[in-house]
């Protein structure tokens, strides 16, 4: 057996060599240089020899298993809370790809159903005079007192009247105002009223024809024996009168109706109505529509594409 030397003092570690190396183990303790030195040194947890660290997940081994169960649960729900989190996001994801799609789907339908659609034109029913009027070419005469209109048939000539206003217009474009003064039949035939029957005609019809005379305010002398005018005479009038264009105006047998655009829905509907005063450009509506509303014009669709609830586009 080894002795130790006679100088080693005791609690002293001998020396070694420079090969032996001695363990470090100041880590065990834990050192406060302000401790007292009455104050004793608390030791430092350092895991044993072959002892595992602990993870966060095995750091609750040491708690009370109630404790353990709690912080567990709380866990799992945080686990299952992020999962939803991620299912919800992935579920936004989608839903916002597949509204895109359907979208854009939607658009290209709207589109091919516009680009279907007839294309109409529409004008309001308004309130304004209407005037029904009988045109016709004449020649200024001096067997009548001014101008003479000629008339080849009986149904226009029973529209007109003594006192009608009427308008004539020279071949320059001169407008003179004038009043009707006599309504005549004549024979073409007579000598008088041969070249007249021949100038307005074309030809000598072997028909009776009239001819009215027509007093005119002419104070500078414009109109000539001989000269050719036209002459418009007032027939008819009608004051405040709801008013539409002649050609939104069909006819179902003896019934006439219209068609009104509905500017919300883009869409048509029928509506009876009944008329009053008509003229070649306007038509009075007398029940069965209110002013401001929009109709058709029929000259712009097709009959065979209108139908109760069409949709169109307006022009």
Same mark, same amino acid.
């Given at each position: 057996m080894r002795k130790h030397s006679s100088e080693t003092k005791k609690g002293v570690l001998p020396e070694r060599g420079a090969s032996d190396v001695y363990p470090d183990i100041s880590a065990i303790f834990?050192?406060?240089?302000?401790?007292?030195?009455?104050?004793?040194? #608390?030791?430092?947890?350092?895991p044993l020899k072959g002892e595992r660290i602990l993870t966060a997940p095995d750091g609750i081994r040491h708690l009370p298993k109630a404790e353990q169960k709690k912080m567990k649960a709380e866990a799992k729900k945080a686990r299952r809370a992020r999962s939803r989190k991620k299912a919800k996001t992935r579920a936004i994801i989608v839903l916002s790809v597949l509204l895109a799609v359907l979208i854009a789907a939607l658009a290209i339908w709207?589109?091919?159903q516009d680009a279907r659609k007839p294309v109409v034109a529409v004008s309001p029913a308004t309130v304004q005079?209407?005037?029904?009027?009988?045109?016709?070419?004449?020649?200024?005469? !001096?067997?009548?007192?001014t101008l003479a209109v000629l008339i080849d048939n009986d149904y226009d000539v029973h529209a007109l009247a003594k006192s009608q206003n009427? !308008?004539?217009?020279?071949?320059?474009?001169?407008?003179?105002?004038?009043?009707?003064s006599e309504i005549r039949e004549t024979r073409p035939t007579e000598e008088r009223f041969a070249w007249l029957t021949s100038a307005l005609l074309g030809s000598i019809p072997e028909v009776p024809v009239y001819t009215v005379g027509t007093e005119v305010e002419d104070p500078e002398g414009l109109l000539k024996e001989g000269d050719m005018v036209t002459v418009d005479i007032v027939t008819d009038t009608a004051e405040n009168a709801l008013a539409i264009p002649s050609s939104s105006v069909f006819m179902d047998g003896p019934q006439p109706y219209v068609w009104i655009f509905h500017p919300f829905t883009k869409k048509l509907s029928r509506q009876d109505i009944?008329?009053?005063l008509v !003229?070649? #450009?306007? !038509?009075?509506?007398?029940?069965?529509?209110?002013?401001?509303a929009k109709v058709l014009s029929g000259s712009s669709v097709p009959s065979a594409e209108l139908y109760d609830g069409v949709r169109v586009k307006t022009k």
């Open positions: 834990a050192v406060d240089d302000n401790a007292s030195a009455d104050q004793p040194v #608390e030791k430092a947890e350092v709207l589109k091919i005079t209407l005037e029904k009027k009988y045109s016709a070419n004449g020649v200024i005469l !001096t067997v009548l007192p009427a !308008t004539v217009v020279t071949a320059d474009g001169t407008k003179l105002t004038g009043t009707v009944s008329v009053g !003229t070649e #450009e306007k !038509t009075e509506v007398l029940r069965g529509l209110k002013k401001g």
